[in-house]
């Protein structure tokens, strides 16, 4: 199941329910590549992929040619890396 998510996300530690989902990312959002320090770029999206207490993140920042992931285990979220 995919769920595209119109409206902002406002930390990307809650998007956590199962299956597929695409965030529009601001600024403003929590616990992305940007608020970690890894990119200058502030907007972009997120691809969720959750089930339970595992799961994976790629960021998608505007104005980067960058990649980020970040995955989740035992419940908590791991910290962005890089795919140049």
């Known amino acids: 199941m995919l769920l595209i ?9 809650n998007a956590v329910n199962p299956g597929i989902q695409i965030y529009h990312t601001t600024g ?11 990119t200058q770029a502030a907007e972009g999206m997120i691809l969720s992929c959750v089930y339970g207490d595992y799961g994976m993140q790629l960021a998608f920042q ?3 040619n960058a990649l980020y ?10 910290s962005w890396v890089v795919i140049t």
């Open 5 to 13: 998510n119109n409206t902002d996300i406002s930390n990307c530690n």
């Open 28 to 38: 403003n959002t929590l616990n992305t590549p940007f608020k970690q320090g890894l």
């Open 62 to 64: 505007n104005g980067s």
């Open 69 to 78: 992931t970040r995955s989740k285990g035992a419940g908590t979220w791991g």
